[in-house]
């Protein structure tokens, strides 16, 4: 966003007015507009008025969470002119910490408007420094503010800053992530192509078809259901998201707008016996990309479970599976042909509390998937 210039109107008196002070303060639906022109300009490389879509996507995501509160919510910093010249955009979360409730922010954007709003960006960065922090995560943080968190007091998860991608069908599946940034790949006459060559490949070389958990299987599951399986799942860590039922279903609302990444959909695992044993949630696009949000199992079922996912994603013709990487699942999930890692950005933490801090640099924590910004229409969208 441009700083406006504004001709000064003198007092009665012939003095002139001052400037207004510069400073932070929460972020209100009123600064929307200028929010939008910010994001425009800072990742879309074009200076223009937002569209009533990201506009109304900005109130729905940064000011609808059921724990949505000014001093939880979006800040931003005004110069002299009172012009937004930086803001860092955030989400609420609830937590489960070691026993205790704390509300986490996900910052989803930390946006500067260029060298004139260095200054307000360096007064935002300390208003989420460790020491005022409960909880402050980001999931997809650039290298500069990767530098700025440790610098600040937080600290960088390794494991969680990698992407899995496990591929089925592997020419479709280079033309589907390459069409990421060149649409005419992902065309449907040219995956479809792919895919018969793919076809062929597959009978040359069958590790690339995923073998599934014996006596297990993955079925359809409702959104619901999925919470049901993850409530217990999620007990094995000390750090873990809530998902009270109010925050899953606004989460999943939200999270159904990315129709960039397909349609929100989740399955369980099942033994013979009938007992479930995990679940996962994700986006599908079909015959195209699996975008795995969570993965959760009983300790000890994490091989089965993963397997039965892999097995099952072939079998419904996706032609690559992607997800965050999570420590827990690192085992079973490397066991898989056809995989590779990639730096997806850095994973970064600010906590004001100890046992916090060692849960998550001793891999006690669960996060991800819903529980960052892997669902966000900002990340693929306007």
């Not at 609830?94 to 960006?121: N, Q, T």
């Not at 597959?202 to 995923?210: A, D, I, Q």
């Not at 929100?264 to 007992?275: F, N």
Request: hydrophobic share 45%; aromatic share 8%.
């Amino acid at each position: 966003m441009g700083i406006e210039l504004r001709e000064i109107a003198p007092h009665s008196a012939g003095m002139v007015e001052p400037p207004c002070p510069a400073g932070t303060r929460a972020m209100t639906r009123g600064d929307i507009p200028a929010i939008g022109r910010l994001f425009n300009k800072v990742f879309r490389r074009r200076d223009r008025a937002a569209g009533q879509d990201l506009g109304r996507y900005i109130e729905t995501v940064f000011f609808g969470s059921p724990f949505y509160a000014p001093e939880q919510g979006s800040i931003v910093h005004e110069n002299g002119t009172g012009d937004i010249d930086s803001a860092i955009l955030s989400v609420p979360m609830e937590f489960d910490a070691s026993g205790r409730r704390i509300v986490a922010r996900l910052l989803c954007a930390f946006m500067v408007d260029g060298k004139g709003g260095a200054a307000g960006a360096a007064r935002l960065a300390r208003t989420v420094r460790a020491a005022r922090q409960d909880l402050c995560f980001s999931d997809s943080a650039s290298p500069v503010s990767a530098d700025h968190c440790v610098v600040g007091g937080g600290y960088i998860l390794p494991i969680q800053s990698l992407e899995w991608q496990r591929f089925f069908r592997p020419l479709a599946a280079a033309a589907v992530i390459a069409g990421r940034r060149m649409p005419i790949l992902r065309a449907r006459v040219v995956v479809g192509a792919l895919r018969l060559i793919d076809r062929v490949l597959r009978r040359w070389s069958p590790s690339s078809k995923p073998t599934g958990a014996r006596g297990c299987q993955a079925k359809t599951a409702s959104l619901d259901e999925f919470l049901r399986c993850a409530a217990p799942m999620l007990e094995r860590f000390s750090i873990r998201p809530t998902w009270s039922k109010s925050e899953f279903d606004w989460l999943v609302n939200v999270a159904s707008m990315n129709k960039n990444l397909g349609a929100l959909q989740s399955r369980k695992v099942i033994r013979e016996d009938g007992r479930t044993i995990g679940a996962f949630l994700f986006f599908g696009k079909s015959k195209g990309l699996a975008s795995i949000l969570n993965v959760l199992c009983e300790e000890g079922s994490e091989a089965d479970v993963t397997a039965a996912m892999f097995a099952c994603l072939d079998e419904e013709g996706y032609a690559v599976a992607l997800g965050m990487a999570q420590p827990f699942l690192m085992k079973a999930i490397s066991r898989q042909r056809w995989l590779c890692f990639r730096h997806r950005g850095y994973f970064c933490m600010v906590t004001r509390h100890a046992d916090v801090k060692e849960a998550a640099l001793c891999n006690d924590i669960y996060i991800g998937g819903l529980a960052s910004e892997s669902w966000s229409r900002l990340l693929t969208d306007f």
